[in-house]
């Protein structure tokens, strides 16, 4: 690092945003402070759908996009198809086409500008949905890093409501009317884990601890389950 970089992580600034790159699942990605830093939490639940094989979906919707490292990370190992990248902000939306690039699937990325939380928006067609949504509630940001509170986006942190379940309701209300999607896995609030699990009437839906113990992570499947497409190819 320069003198600039030392100055700035001395401050306390994510050692990511000085250096403007992170690595996930063995790769690099850009990001800065439009972004949140990829967590191994994502990196599991990217692991979980890779399992369960559930990566050659037809399309990949990420909802809160980011970086773009879930949707970008399934494609990267389970073949060229398209990838609809949606957020709320433009600045992460540039940042997640700029990662696409980098990963060689700009053929296949597309970035929405939207909020899902909007009423009146609707999903593009895909049959895997994936998200990291906002999900911390303002009461917990007593307990968060001040590095966390001081330089990640707030509005990729906090939910954007006086209680975090109602990211989940509006999420499952998006899931559950549209007719092509066929799974959905989430990273969640460990807090409501269980009440996320009874939001998905008529759906498989289960709960998966991470490496902390911690309930993370929900995957939530419509029946009956899809078959599964062959493996595609980006050559």
């Known amino acids: 690092p320069d003198e600039v970089q030392w100055?700035?992580?001395?401050?306390?600034?994510p050692v990511q945003y000085v250096l403007g790159k992170a690595w996930f699942l063995g790769r690099t990605l850009e990001v800065d402070a439009s972004v949140l830093i990829p967590r191994p939490e994502s990196e599991e639940l990217v692991a979980w759908v890779l399992e369960e094989k559930e990566n050659h979906a037809e399309a990949i919707l990420d909802?809160?996009?980011?970086?773009?490292?879930?949707?970008?990370?399934?494609?990267?190992?389970g073949g060229c198809r398209p990838l609809y990248g949606v957020d709320a902000s433009a600045e992460a939306s540039k940042t997640a086409r700029k990662n696409a690039v980098a990963w060689g699937l700009?053929?296949?990325?597309?970035?929405l500008q939207a909020d899902f939380m909007d009423k009146a928006w609707v999903p593009p067609s895909a049959t895997l949905w994936i998200s990291n949504p906002p999900y911390i509630g303002r009461d917990e940001a007593a307990q968060m890093e001040e590095h966390v509170l001081d330089y990640e986006p707030s509005t990729a942190l906090f939910a954007p409501t006086s209680h975090p379940l109602d990211v989940y309701h509006a999420?499952?209300?998006l899931f559950l009317k549209n007719p092509v999607a066929r799974s959905f896995w989430l990273e969640l609030n460990p807090r409501f884990a269980e009440e996320c699990l009874l939001l998905w009437p008529g759906c498989q839906a289960q709960i998966?601890?991470?490496m902390q113990g911690k309930s993370r992570m929900l995957r939530v499947v419509k029946e009956p389950l899809p078959q599964r497409p062959a493996d595609q190819s980006c050559a």
């Open 7 to 13: 100055t700035r992580l001395g401050s306390g600034e």
């Open 106 to 111: 700009e053929s296949s990325f597309v970035g």
């Open 63 to 77: 909802l809160g996009t980011g970086s773009g490292c879930l949707a970008l990370a399934l494609a990267w190992k």
């Open 208 to 210: 998966r601890k991470d």
């Open 171 to 173: 999420l499952a209300g």
